[in-house]
């Protein structure tokens, strides 16, 4: 995969705060909007740098599949987000591919992205972020992610286990980096057709 920049080389120095003991109660995971963007990317290219997404696929996310996608705020204060919808199954998208519908045939739930800012972390805002988009893929027999950064220990907590990795899905985890895992997990479905 080739580089996308999204901003010039030379970035200002960004800020953002810490959560303080104050100020735990109020942050929260809520529904992302086109106004939420802006600030989805700034974090994205502070936690991924080396996986870089252009904003109109974080956009397109949001007007296809709102309810996968959540921001981690106080107010207009943006500290993480999630990323997930639907797919086919084991048909994860490429890095920052358009998809232009949510498939028909989709069988299986996906976790594009899940970033906290390093400030934030360590809270427990991740698995209560984690606990709300498995509650939306219930009506999925399975959901799946592919996991970066060796996190694979983390995401097991929550039940994935590494996928079947074939050709396909190895040539897609490449554009991931050397360490991406394709993880799985079986829901607890409710009324699944799938």
Known sequence: M???HRFSMVQPQLYWPG????MHSTVSWRPMSGKDVSAVMLIADEIHPGLPERAS???ERVDLFPEGCLVLATGDDVYGYIISHPIQRRCP???DTLLA???RAAD???IHDLAILPSCQGHGFAADGIKKVLG???SYRSTCLISVYGTFSFWRRFGFERGT????????LDGYGKDATYLERHNVTEGASC
């Open 165 to 172: 990795d074939d050709a396909g899905m190895s040539a897609k």
């Open 136 to 138: 939306v893929a219930r």
């Open 93 to 95: 998208p490429a890095l």
């Open 101 to 103: 519908e949510i498939p």
């Open 19 to 22: 959560i303080t003991s104050n």
């Open 108 to 110: 299986q739930y996906y």
């Open 57 to 59: 696929v974080f956009a």
């Open 2 to 4: 080739l580089p996308i």
